[in-house]
């Protein structure tokens, strides 16, 4: 067991979990404000931002991924922008996978954030509001604490879909060792290669890491329940 555990490459976990992270960070900041609009707002657009969002539930990954390789590539505006004048390349890098990540993963973060704003008592936030709070201060002292379930449920889902990307990555990122071969993309290419013993390994880790991440949202949701009964 200790002979196969030091044969595996651990760069592609860190790079995933890296990865991970810093979209779930960048997404939860991003993600704030359009959710708590969306959950409160009457607008006539409301739909239409909502199926913008939740384009990635249903857009196939290749189809998203062309899109952004396009749109960040030297070839277009954007990324010629950013490459000649900031010296910053958009794709095969780890920046790339990161926009293509956020844009990936936004409905996970979205969608159970904009479900919890929008069961919470309208009573607890025109009180605050009545009493001159700011819609910052309503938000993160009053919304947030009263929707931990939808928070935490928003946090991993999105920290574990990202660490399970896999066609939107390949097409922006590459894979290059070290920079943008996460986890999944070495999955595929130990199948490829016919390396079926390295692909059950690093498979195996990736279902007991996504089971353990669904287990804890489940226990965590489930506790939060019974403590409101």
Known sequence: ?????????????????KLAFITT????????????????TKSKIKPVLEAITALPLV??????????????????????FF?????????FNFTGLVIASCFYSLPFMVQPLQSGFESINKNMLEASYISGKSKFYTIFKVALPNIKPSLLTALIVTFAHTVGEFGVVLM???????ETKVASVAIYEFVEIMDYKSAHIYSAIMLVISFLVLLSVYIFNQKQKKSFL
């Open 59 to 80: 857009l196939p990954p290749s189809v998203l991924g062309f899109y952004l390789l396009y749109t960040l590539s030297y070839n277009s505006s954007l990324g010629s």
């Open 83 to 91: 490459d000649e004048y900031l010296g910053v390349q958009l794709v």
């Open 1 to 17: 067991m200790i002979e196969l555990l030091s044969s595996i490459e651990y760069g592609p976990f860190i790079l995933s979990f």
């Open 172 to 178: 922006v990122g590459g894979s290059i060792p070290d």
């Open 25 to 40: 960070l960048i997404l939860f900041i991003l993600a704030m404000p359009l959710s708590w609009y969306l959950s409160q």
